[in-house]
């Protein structure tokens, strides 16, 4: 039968007709908590704004503390730039799960991720990935419990054509890169395992002392999708993910003309 409690939550029911204004509304992503499972982000930056919430993986992989430090190499702050240029008004938490030069663990990304998922957090964008299939599994549980509690994930799909995770579940949106201009535009993908491609080749980013750099990569594209699910989430609070994904679909740029656009 399910969960009793969850099935109590109300479904809205998605117009025949979907259009982009219908989709993103006009609240600019007020009221919509988006983590950012990276690097941190620098406080203060003037692309970024104001960081509502930032914690740390602690060096034992177990404990999550309050972030004093930042971003130790940039990446975080970049995605976040992405998010806020997107949707305005959403609320940033940081949550750092890397440390300087890249580094990280295994441990440390999941620990990351679970906290985030038992926040609550609206939307998770997760600019990263591992490609080591012994933490796939409670990766999955993570993503699923995500799912059930409709918490959206968005997930940059691995820039080489390796096996990693978490962005090949199903119960995540995953994200390729596109090189259109436009941060708005955003394309299906008729032949997933990635599922969409949004803006993510030379792309002004904001980096660390408050500067900007131009970067390539689907960590890019990511939070540009975040940024998008956060503008549909604060329009429509009650979304479940696969109407999230729905939603995506008919009103990606390369959408029939018949679904609505």
């Given at each position: ?9 109300p ?9 982009r ?7 600019g992503?007020a ?9 941190g982000i ?19 992989g ?67 990935s591992t490609?080591?299939?012994k ?8 993503a699923?419990?995500a ?6 994930i968005?997930a940059s ?10 962005w ?10 596109h ?22 080749m030379?792309v002004d ?5 408050g ?14 999708l ?7 989430r ?7 993910p ?16 018949d679904?609505g656009?």
């Open positions: 039968m399910g969960d009793a409690a969850g099935s109590m939550e479904v809205p029911v998605l117009p025949s007709q979907m259009s204004e219908w989709a993103f509304g006009s609240l992503g009221g919509v908590r988006v983590a950012v499972v990276d690097s620098e406080r203060g930056h003037p692309v970024v704004g104001e960081v509502q919430q930032a914690v740390a993986v602690a060096d034992d177990e404990r999550v503390i309050e972030d004093d430090e930042g971003d130790l190499c940039g990446h975080g702050t970049a995605c976040a730039g992405i998010i806020r240029s997107i949707a305005p008004q959403c609320e940033l938490v940081s949550v750092r799960v890397l440390g300087a030069g890249y580094t990280g663990s295994g441990p440390a990304l999941l620990r990351g991720l679970q906290w985030a998922v038992e926040e609550g957090c609206d939307v998770i964008n997760m600019s990263l490609t080591k299939s933490f796939a599994e409670t990766l999955h549980e993570l699923d419990r799912y059930f509690q409709r918490t959206n968005v799909a691995h820039n080489m054509p390796v096996e990693s995770y978490p090949r579940f199903s119960s995540v949106i995953s994200v390729g890169s090189d259109r201009e436009d941060p708005l535009t955003y394309f299906v993908n008729p032949a997933p395992p990635v599922e969409f491609f949004a803006r993510g030379g980013v904001a980096w660390l002392g500067g900007t750099i131009t970067a390539t990569g689907n960590s890019f594209a990511a939070p540009h975040s940024g998008i699910v956060a503008l549909i604060s329009a429509h609070r009650m979304l479940t696969v109407q999230m994904k729905t939603v995506l679909a008919q009103t990606a740029n390369n959408a029939d003309a679904a656009r």
